[in-house]
């Protein structure tokens, strides 16, 4: 599904865990966003350059042909909710977007907003933008 806040449009992705496989798989959709794999599995950081920016959690998709098909440092914004980034190569530029993730209190159901080829490089604008999207939710 898209949406759109403060004229920056983006996708709405929803996951429920499989609590035998560990992994969040994506629901059904009218429309699929291939952009984010089936299913996602919240870890532990494993490289201190995610944890010194604040990421103690990752996201990641499983190995497919040898490489990650999803992975992103979690970076806490409010209860529940998270932000990462997602790279891809076009034309050969790396165009970056911007991720907010929430997850259920119970940590059964994630959802991604996924704002595709949208990203503001400075921290404290991304961060105000952010938390004026999480807010709107919550509305």
């Given at each position: 599904?898209?949406?759109?806040?403060?004229?920056?449009?983006?996708?709405?992705?929803?996951?429920?865990?499989?609590?035998?496989?560990?992994?969040?798989?994506?629901e059904p959709s009218k429309i699929n966003?291939?952009?984010?794999?089936?299913?996602?599995?919240?870890?532990?950081?494993?490289?201190?350059?995610?944890?010194?920016?604040?990421?103690?959690?990752?996201?990641?998709?499983?190995?497919?042909?040898?490489?990650?098909?999803?992975?992103?440092?979690?970076?806490?914004?409010?209860?529940?909710f998270y932000y990462g980034d997602d790279?891809?190569?076009?034309?050969?530029?790396?165009?970056?977007?911007?991720?907010?993730?929430?997850?259920?209190?119970?940590?059964?159901?994630?959802v991604v907003y996924y704002f595709n080829?949208?990203?503001?490089?400075?921290?404290?604008?991304?961060?105000?933008?952010?938390?004026?999207?999480?807010?709107?939710?919550?509305?």
């Amino acid at each position: 599904m898209e949406e759109m806040f403060n004229f920056v449009h983006y996708k709405v992705v929803r996951y429920q865990l499989n609590r035998e496989s560990g992994y969040f798989e994506k629901e059904p959709s009218k429309i699929n966003f291939s952009r984010l794999p089936f299913d996602l599995k919240i870890e532990e950081t494993r490289e201190q350059r995610f944890v010194q920016q604040g990421a103690k959690e990752m996201i990641t998709g499983r190995v497919k042909n040898g490489q990650r098909q999803f992975f992103t440092g979690l970076i806490p914004m409010a209860e529940g909710f998270y932000y990462g980034d997602d790279y891809k190569r076009s034309k050969g530029e790396m165009k970056k977007s911007l991720c907010v993730f929430e997850l259920s209190t119970d940590f059964k159901t994630l959802v991604v907003y996924y704002f595709n080829n949208y990203y503001i490089q400075n921290r404290e604008a991304r961060v105000k933008f952010i938390l004026s999207f999480i807010q709107s939710l919550t509305e």
